[in-house]
Each structure stands twice: as structure tokens, then as C-alpha cells.
């Protein structure tokens, strides 16, 4: 017990020095979620206790982003729940088409697979080219990965069969070219995308939105955090704006439960009221 205590102090010293050394702010994330990717670090870092792994990354920003690669989780899939795709497609698109000009907003992008998920529906719409989409992460190294936007092949043949249970329209191929055993994403689709660095912990609103998707990170916050980004996300959308969350989010129970109204509730779509 004694032991537990210690670890659970010696963690919320960590996020404590990573706020004040790094401006990175952990401190409103799930206390439980925060603890299984810190020991997961020390195993990966070869560190015996967390207090050893704070003296590290104090000292050596190198160290802190290994951490910081441990406690972002950058797991991202491309069309991701087809369902909630085709809803898109079906429900949001049509009513998407009636503005001149369209900004989407993706906070926490991860390594840019939901990005380039995004960007290929909205060109089979005819919607991209009149598209600003603004992809949003903490971490530097996973945005390095998105505007690169190279996967593995195996992991292609996968998001290949989400795609097309997603409405898609061509061959998913036809978005990539093969090389050396990874894909690497048609360029075009990223000429209208701005990758940025954003803290829904720490920053602002930068942009009015039409769309904001922000699917499987608010999971990771805790209740204050969260009501925060949906302060944010309500701030940045235009009035009728649509949020998307992920598939175990959910609007309810926040303190922006009446700013909202389901648009396709089951596939986590909203409307700004």
C-alpha cells in the first residue's frame, strides 16, 4: 500500500515537472490512463523508479520525447469505425455543401490517418479544394509522421476494407503509391491540411470551424479537461457547426449537453444548437 502511494506521489511529481520544465500539461488526464503509460515508459526507458525517470527527462530533452511518445499514444487507424464514415458521408456532407467555404478542425490528429480518411471523402464529395483542415497534436514526432503520410502495406490492406464499408468510391490504391513495402499518401490531399502543434490543455481556439472532429482522445481526459475541450470545440464551431466524437465519447452529462443535439447519435455526430 505504502509502495502504491509512493508511485502515485512520484507520478504526479513527473506531470508536475513536465508542466514546469516543457509546457506539456498532463496534469487533468486520467489519473489511471497516465500511470499505465508512465510504467509502460520506465520498462521502455530502463528506468526502476518514476522518480529516476523525472530526474532523466528534467535534464535531457531527448529523454522527454521518448516519454512523451508513451504518454500521447499515437494509435490512429483510417476510417476508423466505417460506420461513422458513412455517416458523415450521408448525413453531414449534404449539409457541408451549403457553405462557400469549409474549415474542418481534426484535434489530435495522431500520425494523420484520420486526416487523410477526412481529406478522401471530402474529394469524392467535391468538397476538398473549397476545405481548410487544420490538423491538430502535442506531439511533434507524430505530426512529423502525418505530413509525411507514409504507412505500412499490411496496414493499407486493412484501412483498403474500411474504406470501402465507409461509402468509398475508387479503388483505395488509387490514394497511395506502393513503395518498398509502404504506402506513401497522394500529396494532393494534404495541399488544403495545415499541421500544427495544440494543447486542448493549454491553448486557445485559433480558427471558426464548420466541423470539429476530436474521436478517441477525450477518453484520456479527466471530467475538468474535458468540459474544457468542449468549451473549445463550441467556441471555434459556427453556428449549426457539427462535432464528431469517438465511439465511447459522448456530449451528455457535460456541461455543453444543451449546446448540442444529436445528429446521428449512435455514430457520436452532433450539431451546435
Not at 66 to 80: A, D, G, K
Request: proline share 3%; with cysteine.
Amino acid at each position: 500500500m505504502i509502495v502504491q502511494q509512493n508511485t502515485d506521489i512520484e507520478i504526479r511529481l513527473l506531470i508536475e515537472a513536465i508542466y514546469l520544465k516543457y509546457s506539456y500539461d498532463f496534469r487533468d488526464y486520467a489519473g489511471a490512463s497516465v500511470k499505465r503509460r508512465v510504467q509502460h515508459a520506465l520498462t521502455q526507458l530502463e528506468c526502476k523508479t518514476v522518480s529516476a525517470l523525472q530526474e532523466r527527462v528534467i535534464h535531457d530533452p531527448t529523454a522527454f520525447m521518448q516519454l512523451l511518445q508513451y504518454l500521447t499514444i499515437p494509435v490512429s487507424e483510417m476510417f476508423r469505425d466505417p460506420d461513422h464514415f458513412l455517416a458523415i458521408r450521408q448525413e453531414v456532407v449534404p449539409l457541408l455543401r451549403t457553405y462557400p467555404s469549409i474549415k474542418v478542425w481534426i484535434a489530435g490528429c495522431s500520425t494523420g490517418e484520420e486526416v487523410y480518411s477526412m481529406a478522401i471523402l471530402l474529394r469524392e464529395e467535391g468538397l476538398l479544394e473549397r476545405t481548410i483542415i487544420y490538423a491538430t497534436d502535442i506531439n511533434p514526432t507524430s505530426l512529423e509522421k502525418a505530413k509525411k503520410g507514409v504507412y505500412s502495406m499490411e496496414a493499407m490492406r486493412i484501412y483498403g476494407n474500411s474504406y470501402q464499408r465507409a461509402g468509398g468510391k475508387r479503388d483505395f490504391s488509387d490514394y497511395y503509391t506502393a513503395a518498398y513495402g509502404h504506402a506513401i499518401m497522394d500529396g494532393s490531399l494534404r495541399e488544403n491540411v495545415t499541421f500544427a502543434d495544440h494543447s486542448l490543455a493549454t491553448d486557445s481556439v485559433f480558427s471558426e470551424t464548420q466541423l470539429v472532429s476530436c474521436r478517441n482522445v477525450l477518453i484520456y481526459f479527466n471530467k475538468g479537461l474535458q468540459e474544457r475541450a468542449f468549451g473549445l470545440f463550441h467556441e471555434s464551431l459556427c453556428h449549426r457547426g457539427f462535432m464528431v466524437l469517438g465511439s465511447k465519447e459522448t456530449v451528455d452529462f457535460s456541461a455543453y449537453s444543451d449546446k448540442f443535439e444529436p445528429l446521428v447519435k449512435q455514430e457520436r455526430i452532433y450539431r451546435k444548437k
